[in-house]
């Protein structure tokens, strides 16, 4: 299974350096295909999607997550940083074990 990234033009170009196959897109609806082609493909097992180019394809990844067993998709920061409002990683584990761990954030 191969990893494959959805995600702006820098994003996608850093991924392939790192060897990853990827989609740079621009639009929401460049964003709603690139999303189904790659959860259609046999051998991509983790679909990493930038948190911006998630939210435009919002409906579409629910309905992959909800239905299928895989692709796993994964989302990260764009290049300008988490969008504002989002949660971090660190603030989803402090509300789930109900206390923080590691260095203080602000909340």
């Not at 702006?8 to 929401?28: C, K």
């Not at 493909?41 to 983790?46: E, K, N, Y």
């Not at 909800?66 to 660190?90: H, Q, Y």
Request: with cysteine; net charge negative; proline share 6%.
């Amino acid at each position: 299974m191969n990893l494959y990234c959805i995600a702006d033009e820098d994003t996608v170009r850093g991924f392939r350096l790192a060897g990853l196959d990827g989609e740079a897109v621009e639009t929401p609806e460049q964003t709603v295909s690139a999303v189904l082609r790659a959860a259609a493909r046999d051998d991509v097992g983790i679909l990493i999607v930038t948190d911006v180019a998630a939210a435009e394809a919002r409906t579409e990844i629910d309905v992959i997550r909800l239905e299928n067993r895989r692709p796993l998709i994964v989302e990260i920061p764009g290049p300008e940083g988490p969008m504002p409002g989002r949660k971090t990683l660190r603030q989803f584990v402090s509300e789930a074990v109900g206390f923080r761990i590691g260095q203080d954030e602000d909340y």
